[in-house]
């Protein structure tokens, strides 16, 4: 579907390639980039291990955020991943919460190459790597469950690319022989049927260290026990809002079938599903079953901040509805694996748009609470009932583990999963960047060992600059991803100038959405000395998209922007010195609407403060005008459904201004628009920050 062929001859040009595996298929070697072995299809880019790309600027500041909140002290008042975890041989919480927790701290512990951290995830580690038993099952006696060890093996492959420690493998292939066993007595059941796939991406990652052939038979094992998401999509029955009462869902009661399948978090995580399946099997239906799937999701439950809505169920396009954080990671995590696979820059892009917009917005400042639903039009987290599908009154509270515990323990990974995919193998020995942000990445290019600085405040600003570094003379291509979004930029290499194309793509809006890949990446192709210099420049230019009820949503680049509403916080309930639930109550009108039209959104732009995404002192604001609209009113302690667009309203004119979707925590983002263009003169009235 994207594979990609050459188009130009010259040296320094954008053209196509083709996607194929790195050379030979290399034995398991700490640090380096590991391909497929046949028979599996060839991944159109490889990920580097953990440890290769190093976050710098605004993108370490955040993770050092991170370090100093939940994720560097949670086992430290947090009994479910505290010392006397199931994980850590102890008598308590044995299921999913302590390989969640590690998930993310390891990860994020050896990007910022924190000693007090790689100590503190390595004892997490060391226990399940000391503790196999003889039959080859791992984790704690208490729990049989095949579902929180899923999540452990992913840990594991990570622990081992960045220590090269040489019992991972041994005790992996000794769990899969285990499991390969035991799985037609006990087979996979409740969460673990329903996410299978991420067992697979582990089979498959050990086949390619080993080529052990029973791993294949594995895989195939489990997909045959697994739930058939795509059958799910081929034909989807979930188009509107689910309940408590459709679901057939009851107190103490184990979820349904079709509460599994509507299950957000399920639904994330299935999305990797075709594309980890198409490398078995190469079958064109599967590699193209992502694009149906994303388009099902969009057209039902699509919601402005890049996610669909699940609350903790789909709930239909109303961007009063919510979706849980563990979604938001997980989605993350899918969609790099699944670029890795397809190589479709479209998924790039859906992955920025959640990264920039969902995962901050879900996260305090200080990254020391967090709401289990986030919505993008919020305009309070109180406790109080809301219109969830599912959910209790504490869902949009920011604090330690409002309505359910999972995403206290899952939204590590989030962060530094994204700060480890910034960059991919390319083919021909060459490297591509996924996703933007402040970054040095380390790896071999063209035989040679290799660095590449990139300096950039993106997503706030248009531009990145990348230095490279070779060790000598090496020739191989650097492949930029062109988004979605820019409609052409200029490229700089050591100071000639060369046009971007528009990048030839359309998003899942539909299922005839496509993408011309000969746009959608530029290759430099030339040898490089140490110091040479691209720079890059996309189009950075304000848009509106349309959404539920015909709702206007501003944008910016990969930025969802939104009017904040003040913000009082009040403590509800203290854990910790650091840690407390709270609720925010609004300090500012909501229910604008906004003119279109003439009245242009203007962007102003200001310096990347010590939070990157601060409402108090956002990178980028966007100006536009706007009315309230009195008609449009409170609805079970939310905004009520948007009004069908366009509208009237005689109120005066004013200035909003907006901010990035994830700096502000109660904010308006999809606004009905005016019926009646003006002459965009507000009066001096404002509302915003």
């Not at 000391?130 to 729990?143: E, L, T």
């Not at 859906?350 to 709401?371: C, F, G, I």
């Not at 996924?434 to 970054?439: K, L, Q, S």
């Amino acid at each position: 579907m994207f594979y990609l062929k050459s188009v130009c001859a010259a040296s320094m040009a954008a053209v196509l390639f083709i996607p194929r595996i790195l050379g030979a298929t290399p034995q398991a070697v700490q640090g380096t980039v590991v391909a497929n072995r046949t028979p599996l299809e060839p991944n159109a880019f490889n990920p580097l291990p953990l440890g290769a790309i190093e976050p710098r600027g605004w993108l370490r500041r955040q993770l050092e955020i991170q370090a100093g909140g939940l994720t560097g002290h949670l086992d430290q008042f947090w009994n479910d991943v505290g010392p006397n975890s199931g994980w850590l041989g102890g008598t308590g919480e044995s299921w999913e919460r302590g390989p969640y927790y590690l998930d993310g701290l390891l990860p994020l512990a050896y990007e910022l190459n924190d000693p007090a951290l790689i100590r503190k995830a390595k004892q997490w580690a060391d226990w399940t790597l000391s503790h196999q038993r003889p039959d080859g099952q791992i984790g704690p006696v208490k729990n049989y469950d095949w579902w929180p060890r899923m999540v452990m093996l992913k840990v594991l492959t990570q622990y081992e690319e960045v220590s090269g420690d040489p019992r991972v493998i041994p005790l992996m292939e000794r769990y899969f022989a285990y499991e390969l066993r035991e799985l037609p007595n006990r087979p996979l059941r409740d969460w673990g049927k329903y996410r299978w796939q991420d067992n697979v991406y582990s089979v498959l990652w050990l086949y390619n260290r080993t080529g052990g052939v029973k791993l294949l038979e594995l895989a195939k094992l489990l997909h045959q026990q697994g739930y058939d998401w795509e059958s799910q999509f081929a034909d989807f029955r979930y188009t509107s809002k689910e309940t408590i009462e459709k679901l057939g869902l009851g107190p103490n009661a184990m979820p349904t079938a079709a509460a599994m399948q509507t299950h957000g978090v399920n639904n994330a995580m299935a999305l990797k599903v075709a594309p980890i399946w198409f490398l078995i099997t190469g079958s064109p239906a599967d590699r193209a079953e992502i694009d149906h799937q994303l388009a099902m999701l969009d057209r039902y439950h699509g919601l402005p901040n890049g996610m669909f809505s699940a609350d903790e169920h789909f709930a239909g396009p109303d961007p009063s509805q919510g979706i849980e954080l563990c979604a938001v990671v997980e989605t993350m995590f899918s969609f790099e694996q699944a670029f890795a696979v397809l190589g479709d820059p479209r998924l790039a892009d859906r992955l920025e748009k959640v990264v920039y917009n969902a995962l901050p917005a879900t996260l305090s400042d200080d990254m020391w609470s967090h709401q289990y639903d986030q919505q993008p039009n919020q305009i309070a987290c109180t406790r109080a009932h809301r219109q969830w599908s599912t959910n209790g009154p504490d869902s949009n509270l920011f604090g330690l583990e409002p309505n359910f515990g999972c995403c206290t323990a899952n939204l590590h990974q989030g962060w530094p999963k994204f700060a480890s995919s910034l960059w991919m193998a390319a083919p021909n020995g060459g490297v591509v960047t996924v996703a933007y942000a402040p970054n040095r990445v380390h790896t071999e290019l063209g035989g040679v060992q290799t660095a590449i600085d990139e300096e950039t405040e993106y997503p706030f600003r248009g531009t990145a600059q990348f230095t490279v570094h070779p060790a000598r003379r090496a020739t191989f291509p650097l492949v930029l991803r062109v988004p979605v979004w820019s409609n052409g930029g200029t490229v700089r290499i050591n100071g000639q100038v060369q046009q971007l194309p528009a990048s030839g793509c359309t998003i899942y809006e539909t299922d005839n959405a496509t993408c011309d890949p000969s746009k959608a990446f530029f290759r430099v192709q030339r040898t490089w000395t140490d110091g040479d210099r691209v720079s890059v420049t996309f189009n950075l230019k304000p848009g509106v998209t349309h959404w539920y009820h015909n709702a206007a949503v501003f944008e910016r680049g990969p930025l969802v922007f939104s009017l904040p509403l003040g913000g009082q916080w009040s403590e509800l309930k203290r854990y910790s010195e650091k840690s407390a639930d709270w609720q925010i109550t609004p300090t500012k009108p909501w229910n604008y609407a906004v003119e279109l039209g003439e009245c242009e959104a203007s962007a102003v732009e200001h310096p990347i403060g010590p939070v990157p995404f601060d409402v108090k002192n956002p990178p980028v604001e966007l100006q536009v005008v706007g009315r309230l609209d009195p008609q449009w009113t409170v609805e079970e302690n939310s905004a009520g459904p948007v009004p069908a667009s366009p509208v009237a309203s005689s109120d005066p004119l004013q200035t909003l201004t907006l901010v990035p979707y994830g700096a502000a925590k109660l904010r308006m983002t999809a606004f009905p628009y005016l019926r009646e263009a003006s002459r965009c003169q507000p009066e001096r009235s404002k509302a915003g920050r």
